[in-house]
């Protein structure tokens, strides 16, 4: 038997209750697959970013088994860990809840990670550069990672310092206890 999720509605008349099976709501929305090795391949999630937010995700609010049970973490047959949208292994919790993520397409404002600094610095005038995190395979090269707060979390631009801005460089968002932007993975499993 499937289970069923209630949605109400508010109409005119009063409250409407529907019963709808749980599958209809992940069809709808943030879905994967696995490629032939194993990897999960998403579709139809939110990557849009804000500070302190990835699509749906609330850094330091949602938690692990939410973020699991919308799609926005699937398990890796082929690493054996759990992946995120667009982050890979690029994402941390502290105890149950998500609190930082690395990805995303635009920010809400309509940012994009190829965008230059000065749209970014004209779009967020209190960004600030806070760290360099080294390219481990290439002496020389890395990410400058410039950062903004508001009170749900910071929103980290990392900015490939050979000035490449086509596939280098990218967003993460951290929650409010998370103090300093976080390297990640730059490797495969």
Known sequence: MRALRIVTAVTAAGVLAIGIPSTAATAAGCTYTYDS???PKWSGCSTTVAPGKFG??????????SAKSSNYLAYNKFCSRWDGVQAGPDWKRTSAKVVWWRGGTKTTKGLRPKDSLARARQLYPDLKKTRFIANEYVAGEGW???????????????????GDRRNNNFFAVRGPSVKKPQGFAQDGC
């Open 56 to 65: 749906p995700l609330k850094m330091g609010t949602t938690s692990v088994a």
């Open 37 to 39: 090795d194993g990897f």
């Open 144 to 162: 400058q990672v410039y950062s903004t707060k508001s009170k749900s979390g910071w929103l980290d631009i990392y900015r490939y310092n050979t």
